[in-house]
């Protein structure tokens, strides 16, 4: 009796065991799938639209003419409390 | 706010969800307790929320979350999110791979950090965010021993910014300018880090020791002619890379093949020896960080007019640079936060909420890392006897260090554990291994058999602050900032040859200088060894294994010191012999990696 409780137990937790891979995996390539549709429509289409604009997200290159310094202003002191509850 | 303003403040700070999580809280001002997340869940740089040092921070303070005035996040995490975000669209489809392994986490927690706040910590009360270079600043400046300084951050990227200076006046910051992602000096030392076959964000360290074997000299180094072409440096320090040698900004690993065939070959496999070349690169980059670092040191000091300087973010970890700044640049008095990297934030936002926000004068000098958590006599005592482990205990303080002193004088190995985990990267005295620096052999000994390390990595000395000026070529006043392991200067010639085992390859040494009133204990067993041996010197290197942090709890000590080669432990009174239990002898080297 004993040992056939414990061999239907671990058949049991097989099955949970499984069944949570199962999950995860699923997860995994729905999660992928979704997050490739973001990228190439989201990220893809706003890219290409700031190309086209000659927007840039990042300053990678320099800027024409010799710059004396590449120290940017950032006057960052004391605020009002409620500013850092913000997150950004 | 009034009801606040009547009762004790309590602050509790958070760093996590990129590297080193940690919680420190502040009772009035001052820092009750800090401690860093990876020590308690074993996972070097654990990055997950720290909710078992928040745990140790509240119980430290007798208090629970209820209690806490005000939960302080290292950064504002929206404007992190859009920085990356610009990454991915910037570099629009090379970001993929990046894109659809960071999102995840990014949706799930780290745009929820409230959530965690209330439901890790089931705290309801206040949450605020301050800039992450702004946490570096006041974790340097409002707890250093000025009332006036510059300050200078630098570390890989915080949201957008990498570089900052600024001044620190009282209980005010005001951070003037920074430089932004994606140029950082931080990434350029990282991406060598990587080129090298070492792991980024841990093992920086190691290019820093590995650079006095190459050629440091600027003028024939080749490598840093190189790297020199990597990145254009302006007079006042300012720079900017040239950002077709990294592939940072978008992918998995650092350099780009253009940084390589500009190196002259591949990134380096891991754990690769180490050839004259590596060594070359190593010191190319610690050159170049050193010139960018003393550009802009020298015009921070012209901007701001001040005598006095503190330091934070990861670049401030380089001890080689750091030993050189008041020799360089001119200022007079140097401070640096222990834990300099992103650990050391959740004390910089604790501080600045209850100083510059709440504005409360400042009340606290941070005068040791001992801040982690301690065990009394009889927590040993208990652990001792329920693991059945043989132990001696000794009758007194002095027969303590005169014994511990003569096992060291006869080249045993130490392991030693007292007081508070050490606060930041270093071991300090608390839960260090020390050994004999006078036995030519102890270096190689460590290395293979205790700490499973590369060859080429130095170890470091010890020394009272009252001894230190006859051994090392310091700086005069001793800069508080060598307490923690945060300044190299020479060896005196004189005795290079006596402390073999902490001289590294050009004559220099990591210190660590003692003051009594910091660790009693420690400075006694340094004297007293200094009677035996005629050098008050020990090698102290931090108790774990390659890969492992360092250890916190009794149970930590004892396991570390069973697996490796060190012979004998000592917790508070408790004297362990390794020999003596053989039960629970087993090999940590296969378990040593990083």
Known sequence: MGNRNSSLRAFLDGCKEGMQLFGHNIALIINTGLLLLVYLIGVGFT?????????????????????????????????????????? | M??????????????????????????????????????????????????NAARFCLQSGGITSNDLAYVGFYEKPFLKMERVLSQHLEMFPRSLKTFLSSIPSWVNEKLRVPKAVRKKLGYKGD??????????????????????????????VGEWTTTTYGVGKGNNITLQKEIVFPHSIGLIYSTVTAYLGFSVNNSEYK????????????????????????????????????MSYFR?????????????????????????????????????????????????????????????????????????????????????????????????????????????????????????AYLGPSYTSSQIRDFLDERKVRYSRFNSEKEMVSSVASLLNANKVVGWMQLGMEWGPRALGARSILANPCNPAAKELLN?????????????????????????????PIPEPTDYMLMVYPVRKKWQKVIPSVTHVDGSGRLQTVRRDQNPRYYDLLKAFGKLSGVPILINTSFNIRGEPIVCSPYDAYKCMMGTGIDYLVMDTFLIARED????????????KD
């Open chain 2, 2 to 51: 009034a009801e606040k303003n009547r009762k004790t403040v309590y602050i509790l700070g958070l760093s996590c969800y990129y590297h080193d999580a940690s919680a420190a809280l502040l009772k009035d001002g001052v820092i009750v307790a800090a401690a860093e997340e990876e020590r308690f869940t074993r996972k070097k740089h654990d990055s997950s929320f720290p909710i």
């Open chain 2, 207 to 242: 290019v820093m020791g590995l650079a006095p074997y190459g050629n440091m000299d600027p003028r024939t180094n080749e490598y840093y002619k190189k790297l020199r072409q990597v990145v254009d440096i302006k007079d006042d320090g300012s720079y900017r890379l040239d």
């Open chain 2, 127 to 156: 949450i605020l965010f301050i800039e992450h270079h702004l946490a570096h600043a006041a974790s340097t400046f409002l707890v250093s021993p000025f009332r006036e300084a510059a300050i200078v951050t630098v570390d890989g």
């Open chain 1, 47 to 88: 890219s290409i639209a700031a190309m086209i604009a000659k927007k840039h997200f990042l300053e990678m290159k320099k800027k024409k003419g010799a710059q004396e310094s590449y120290w940017k202003d950032l006057g960052l002191k004391k605020k009002p409390l409620e500013e850092y509850y913000r997150q950004f």
């Open chain 2, 448 to 476: 293979a058999k205790v700490k499973h390390r590369e060859p080429f990595r130095p170890f470091a000395p010890a020394v009272c602050e009252d001894d230190a000026l006859t051994y090392f070529d310091c700086d005069d």
């Open chain 2, 581 to 592: 239990n053989p039960k629970d002898m087993w090999d940590s080297e296969e378990f040593a």
């Open chain 2, 248 to 368: 940072y900004h978008y992918g998995d690993r650092m350099p780009s093949q253009k940084f390589c065939d500009l190196l002259g070959g591949p990134v380096e496999q891991k754990d690769a020896t180490m050839a004259k070349r590596h060594q070359d690169i190593a010191a190319g980059v610690q050159l170049l960080t050193e010139e960018i670092m003393t550009k802009i040191l020298i015009h921070v000091r012209k901007e701001t007019k001040q005598r006095n300087i503190v330091l934070a973010g990861g670049v401030a970890l380089n001890s080689v640079y750091n030993g050189k700044i008041l020799r360089k640049t001119g200022f007079k008095k140097i401070w640096i936060q222990p834990n300099a990297s992103d650990g050391g934030t959740s004390i910089g936002v604790a501080s600045y909420i209850y100083n510059a926000i709440l504005g409360h004068q400042r009340n606290f000098i941070q005068k040791s």
